[in-house]
T-cell receptor
Framework: DAMVIQNPRYQVTQFGKPVTLSCSQTLNHNVMYWYQQKSSQAPKLLFH???????NEADTPDNFQSRRPNTSFCFLDIRSPGLGDAAMYLC????????????FGPGTRLTVL | SQQGEEDPQALSIQEGENATMNCSYK?????LQWYRQNSGRGLVHLILIRSNEREKHSGRLRVTLDTSKKSSSLLITASRAADTASYFC???????????FGTGTSLTVIP
């Protein structure tokens, strides 16, 4: 089945220690998104790729970076995680931007010690 | 905030009752979508309604859209315990390429 896969499902890191979360998709969608979701809140868009075109949200901290080496994979790098970065990180894909249905992975729960 | 607002924030009902949640948004849209999220999981798309549509049905789901009031509602009929989840509306705009989620409604269906 076509899907969005996130690894790992749970990630524990130490304060200040870089961490990378990964997302892959078999849907062959052009757009890939990274969202941060804290407890009982709506998903907050960090950035998205439209093909190779990177789009950063204005309020996304510099601490967060992303890479998309090919259509199928997208990575979220947190350079120096702080306690406030503990959250669920959701990857999603869509065919086009703005209006299309988004397909979500199961998420990676990040804990910062 | 550019996010939509949803109300109620939390809703608790008995199994078999209907659940209604509302979404208000701020910008012009091409469509509005509803998503469901089980605790600790990703979001799952439920239904999409286009800006030129007023009502849409999918199984036990009924969605309405009033673009003049910039609001939408999601009705779940004959609720089941398995409907317990958070429900988010999301608005899409082709003009701005923006896609925003509402604040969500947490639904608890008591068996």
């Amino acid at each position: 089945d076509a899907m969005v896969i996130q690894n790992p499902r749970y990630q524990v890191t130490q304060f200040g220690k870089p961490v990378t979360l990964s997302c892959s998709q078999t849907l062959n969608h052009n757009v890939m998104y990274w969202y941060q979701q804290k407890s009982s809140q709506a998903p907050k868009l960090l950035f998205h790729y439209y093909d190779k075109d990177f789009n950063n949200e204005a309020d996304t901290p510099d601490n967060f970076q992303s890479r998309r080496p090919n259509t199928s994979f997208c990575f979220l790098d947190i350079r120096s995680p702080g306690l406030g970065d503990a959250a669920m990180y959701l990857c999603a894909t869509s065919r086009v931007r703005g209006t299309d249905t988004q397909y979500f992975g199961p998420g990676t729960r990040l804990t910062v010690l | 905030s550019q996010q939509g607002e949803e109300d109620p924030q939390a809703l608790s009902i008995q199994e078999g009752e209907n659940a209604t949640m509302n979404c208000s948004y701020k910008t012009s849209i091409n469509n509005l979508q509803w998503y469901r999220q089980n605790s600790g999981r990703g979001l799952v798309h439920l239904i999409l309604i286009r800006s030129n549509e007023r009502e849409k049905h999918s199984g036990r789901l009924r969605v309405t859209l009033d673009t003049s009031k910039k609001s939408s509602s999601l009705l779940i009929t004959a609720s089941r315990a398995a409907d317990t989840a958070s429900y988010f509306c999301a608005t899409g705009s082709r003009l701005s390429n923006q896609f925003y989620f509402g604040t969500g409604t947490s639904l608890t269906v008591i068996p």
